[in-house]
């Protein structure tokens, strides 16, 4: 008796662990890095330079839609080329911290906009990303449900120095 009742404990520690975990929500790393392109006339140009620069071509370029995007996959960080023009204005590259839930995007974005100080590059954003293929598309509010797809909340606020600080939820890669 006393062995199965340790099996049982082995067996619904992680259950346990990961409720525990799931309390609050806490930020993890999501590993993206984005380069805003001037145009999609200049996408190819880009995509050849790092296509050199990392040694590799892109892992995936997107040319459907208004705003074509390449994505390169490096040692477990995603590199985005983005010809999206939200992204022009951007300085330097974004790093992105992840939220477990749009929810939690939401309320942190509430959460730092009650403080006059803090500025954002933007507001905040919203689309339907296709789970099934990866690709993420604006949402078309007449758009009906689509299986496969959830909904993704980002923005970027400046902290102090001016730095861009970006936060978003990834339905492809959740934090842990």
Do not use: C
């Not at 340790?6 to 992680?14: D, R």
């Not at 984005?34 to 296509?51: F, K």
């Not at 300085?91 to 009650?114: G, I, N």
């Amino acid at each position: 008796m006393k062995n199965v009742i340790w099996g049982l404990l082995l067996l619904l520690w992680p259950v346990v662990v990961q409720a525990q975990d799931r309390a609050a929500a806490s930020f993890s790393a999501q590993k993206t890095l984005l380069y805003p392109v001037r145009s999609a006339d200049r996408l190819p140009a880009a995509i050849a330079w790092y296509t050199d620069f990392f040694g590799k071509p892109p892992t995936r370029v997107e040319n459907q839609g208004p705003y074509p995007y390449a994505v390169f996959n490096v040692d477990a960080t995603e590199v985005r080329l983005e010809t999206n023009p939200r992204f022009l204005r951007l300085r330097e590259p974004v790093f992105y911290w992840t939220l477990p839930t749009p929810q939690d995007v939401v309320a942190k974005y509430e959460a730092l906009s009650a403080n006059r100080a803090n500025k954002f590059n933007g507001g905040l954003f919203r689309k339907m990303r296709h789970l099934d293929d990866h690709r993420a598309t604006e949402l078309r509010p007449e758009a009906g449900a689509v299986e496969a797809v959830a909904e993704v909340r980002g923005f970027i606020v400046l902290d102090p120095e001016g730095n861009q600080i970006g936060v978003i939820n990834n339905p492809v890669y959740p934090p842990k």
